[in-house]
């Protein structure tokens, strides 16, 4: 079994409840009442079903050691008790990043854009967890998937730190955005 390999299913079954589907750019997901996160492939779509997104984990492609390691230094890890809530956020970018090389893909995506300094802001807060889905080929719909979570009273911290991020010029390159909120019932 590969760890690094994630899928999320939208459908009926699964531990999160799902309260908003939201495209932000772009054409949006089925509406679905549920959304499992299975760390493995899910071969076939299970029964009731309506979609599922496919990512990987992988190594940290546009920070530097600093950064990095301020990042593991401050970040929460995922699955706290107190995070019932959750966002999944897939995200493709145009053409144009992807022709971009990877000194000018940085200087946007921090240099200019600020992305890690402004999530840094918000930890220990929010957790999160990057998931590459172009790594895995064409047919994929999302460049990547970040799966993030936080306590019910750090949601408008989270939206902050969303409006932040896409008012970058990084965000001038999204072309599909979709915003999935999702709270854990208690049990």
């Not at 939201?22 to 679905?32: Q, Y």
């Not at 959304?35 to 009731?48: H, K, S, W, Y």
């Not at 979570?149 to 999204?174: C, G, I, P, Q």
Request: with cysteine.
């Amino acid at each position: 079994m590969n760890d690094r390999f994630f899928t999320f299913v939208g459908g009926e079954i699964g531990p999160w409840r799902v309260v908003e589907i939201k495209p932000v750019i772009g054409e949006s997901l089925a509406d679905v009442k549920r959304l499992n996160v299975v760390n493995g492939a899910v071969p076939v779509e299970p029964d009731a079903a309506k979609w599922l997104l496919r990512g990987v984990t992988s190594n940290e492609r546009y920070v530097t050691r600093p950064e990095k390691n301020q990042l593991v230094a401050k970040q929460s890890v995922l699955g706290r008790r107190e995070a019932t809530c959750a966002a999944l956020i897939p995200i493709r970018k145009n053409a144009s990043w992807w022709s971009l090389a990877q000194d000018e893909r940085r200087r946007i995506f921090e240099e200019s854009s600020n992305h890690v300094k402004t999530g840094l802001e918000y930890l220990p807060a929010v957790a999160r967890r990057l998931h590459h889905c172009r790594d895995l080929g064409e047919d994929e719909p999302f460049d990547f998937l970040t799966w993030f979570d936080y306590a019910s009273s750090d949601s408008a911290a989270f939206n902050e730190m969303l409006t932040k991020l896409r008012a970058s010029e990084e965000w001038m390159y999204v072309e599909r955005e979709i915003d999935i909120r999702v709270v854990r019932d208690e049990v």
